[in-house]
C-alpha cells in the first residue's frame, strides 16, 4: 500500500492534498493516523500504510468480501479476521443469507478509533446483532474456536517484510488452522497486495501459501485508485469450479438483492479476467 512516510513529499502523491490531521498515536499494537485528503477524503493509515480511503473504500471491500460469498451457493457463517473499520463486517452483513459474523481484531483502541473518527463506514455493521466481534489475536482465536465457517475473510494488514510477525497472518499454518474451521464447501478469501508489471512478490507468496492447503486457488484484482495500483486478492477453496462456469448468470443471481456501490455485479465478474504478464508474474 502506500506509505504515508515515503511519499510525504511526492508531488503526484496522496499526501499533495491532505488538508487536515484528524487523529493520530499510537496503539499497544500499531501507530495510526486519520487524515483528511483533497483527493479521496478521510483515509486511514497504520504503521504508515494507508488502509482504506472514503473515495474508495467500498471497491476495495466489495472486492474482498462479494466474491467469496457470491461463490458459496448458501453462506450463513462468516469469520472475519481483522477488519477494524467496520466496513468488511457491513459488506458480509448485506448478504441476507448470513446468520452469524465473528469478526476477531487484536486492536481493541483502533477498532474504537474507527468507530468514533468514520463511523458511517461501519455503524450498520456495529449495530446489527448478527455480529460479534472478539478481539484477540486471530491466530490464538483458531486455536480455540469450536465454531465452523461457510466463509472466511482476510482484512489484515499488509506484509513489509517476510521474516516480521506479520508474515505469519499468510502463512501455510495459518491457513492450516483456518482449513480445520471451515465448514465443507468452505471458502477463504483474502487481500494479497498489489497486483502490477513487477514480480508482485507479496500476492505471489501469499497465493503459494495458500495453494500449499487448499486444492482450488484463484487470484482477482481491481482498481482501488488511492493505492495506485491493480490491487489483489486471493480466494482459495478444495473446489471453486463455480468460477468456470456461467459466472455472469451465477454472480448476476446471487448478487440481485446487494447494492454494490462501488464496483457493480459486472467488475466483480470481470476481475478475474488478468492481464496476461500480471498472470506470468504470479506464476499463473
Known sequence: MITYRE?????????????????????????????????HGVCVSI??????????????????VHPALLAHPHPKTVLIMGGGEGATAREVLAHKSVTKV??????EEFVSLCKAHI???G???FSDSRLEVLYMDIKEYLDTASEKFDVVIGDLVDVADWDSSVASLYGETLYKKIKKVLNPKGIIATQAGAL???ESVNHKRIREMMASVFSDVRSYGVIVS?????????????????LDTNLTETFTK????????????????????????IKKNIGI
Open 7 to 39: 511519499v510525504q513529499n511526492e508531488s503526484d502523491s496522496i499526501e499533495r492534498g491532505v488538508t487536515h490531521i484528524i487523529a493520530s498515536g499510537k496503539t499497544a499494537f500499531a501507530e495510526y493516523l486519520f487524515f483528511e485528503s483533497q483527493m
Open 47 to 64: 504503521d504508515g500504510d494507508v488502509q482504506s480511503c472514503e473515495s474508495d473504500e467500498h471497491m476495495y471491500h466489495e472486492a474482498l
Open 102 to 107: 465473528v469478526m476477531v481484531d487484536i486492536d
Open 119 to 121: 463511523s458511517s463506514w
Open 123 to 125: 455503524e450498520s455493521a
Open 196 to 198: 502490477d508489471t513487477g
Open 226 to 242: 488511492s493505492f495506485y495500483s491493480l490491487w489483489g486478492y486471493v480466494m482459495a477453496s478444495d473446489d471453486l469450479s463455480v
Open 254 to 277: 446471487r448478487a440481485q438483492d446487494l447494492e454494490l456501490i462501488g464496483l457493480g455485479v459486472e467488475s466483480l465478474i470481470t476481475a478475474f479476467i488478468l492481464p496476461n504478464q
